[in-house]
């Protein structure tokens, strides 16, 4: 039993990964469709940003309301390179609109992909580590640096938008299949199925990663910093740096993820990197359970099938406002989400009642 509590976590990411890796058997078996199997496929993408997320928020203090920023560079580079494989490496149809004449030069890296792969993690972390690095040395914390974080992911989604010949603005780059080819479609079930053992992968090396940090020396002095920050400087850590590196490995997941979604999605736009959708990231986490890592996975996986499930039909009208109830309720009563509910809120009760029967007179 002592054995189970202990591994308990990683078994049920375990249990979570057989589940997504059965669907593809499913679809072959007709059982379900491919428009749920390209929906599971970006929630794997959520659930990647998510875990960077945690890594930041849960275990170091620090809440982030920008992270759609770091999700969308990583899927416009991953898009730039599926774009100029459509095109075969000509300018696109609203580069022509744009009036442009001849690619630009920020395109141009993105012809060759393992040039992308690199650009996908070196572009946000060029981002983070500019931002973390001003930000943390002259200590600005808490509720200022999630307003910084807000600022500055406004500002790149104004740029975005400014620079319509290259970016299409608001539209965003569309049309696009998938590293693996057409995805959708019966011909494109092979496709898919490639697409999505390639990303599950990911999520649970991505995940490994994660859990192998938080149980090492680095881990413990990220929980040191969120519980305190002062007391880890004066033990003679030099604090900015170790929140600027996993504030920068935090952005790189990002951008993975960010190009994850982008092959099940087919498009990537601005909206991508809005407030809303960095928010939306900060609330998988919650529910799912801070600190956890494993909270950010379900939170993610969770929040999105609610999502998938309530907007459409009936509840199509009030769906939103069932998952922020959710989200009320859970900072309101379960502060460790739903990883914390059943490992520390239920055996908690269960061991209460057990006593409070122990110590009833007999007879």
């Avoid at 690619?103 to 993690?121: E, R």
């Amino acid at each position: 039993m002592n054995k189970f509590k202990k591994h308990g976590v990683n078994i049920c990411f375990s249990l979570i990964v057989v589940g997504l890796a059965v669907m593809p058997l499913l679809l072959i078996g007709n059982v379900v469709d491919a428009p749920l199997i390209i929906f599971l496929g970006k929630c794997m993408a959520f659930s990647i940003v998510a875990i960077g997320l945690d890594l930041i928020w849960g275990h170091t203090g620090i809440l982030s309301l920008g992270h759609g920023l770091y999700f969308a560079l990583g899927g416009y580079g991953m898009a730039m390179y599926l774009k100029l494989q459509a095109t075969h490496g000509a300018i696109t149809e609203f580069m022509h609109t744009g009036g442009l004449t001849e690619l630009p030069d920020v395109w141009k890296p993105f012809q060759s992909l393992p040039l992308t792969i690199l650009l996908i993690l070196v572009v946000p972390v060029l981002a983070a580590y500019m931002i973390g690095y001003f930000i943390f040395k002259n200590r600005v914390k808490g509720v200022y640096f999630s307003i910084i974080s807000q600022a500055l992911t406004w500002a790149v989604y104004s740029v975005f938008i400014a620079l319509s010949p290259i970016t299409n603005g608001n539209v965003g780059i569309t049309e696009i299949s998938s590293i693996t080819g057409k995805i959708r479609g019966p011909t494109g079930q092979n496709n898919l199925i490639i697409l999505f053992y390639g990303s599950l992968a990911i999520l649970a090396l991505v995940y490994a990663l994660a859990v192998f940090l938080v149980k090492t020396k680095f881990g413990k002095l990220l929980i040191a910093i969120r519980d305190g920050e002062n007391r880890t400087y004066f033990s003679g850590y030099c604090v900015s740096r170790y929140k600027t590196f996993v504030y920068v490995l935090s952005a790189a997941i990002a951008g993975i993820a960010g190009a994850v979604f982008v092959n099940f999605n087919g498009s990537i736009t601005p909206s991508q990197m809005t407030i809303a959708g960095s928010i939306n990231m900060v609330i998988w986490v919650a529910i799912g359970g801070r600190g956890t890592i494993l909270g950010a996975v379900i939170g993610a996986l969770l929040i999105n099938l609610c999502e998938y499930n309530l907007s459409s039909g009936g509840m199509i009208e009030i769906w939103q406002y069932i998952v922020g109830g959710i989200f009320c309720i859970t900072i309101l009563f379960f502060k460790g989400g739903v990883v914390g509910l059943f490992t520390d809120q239920i055996p908690a009760l269960m061991k209460k009642a057990k006593g409070g029967k122990s110590d009833a007179p007999i007879g």
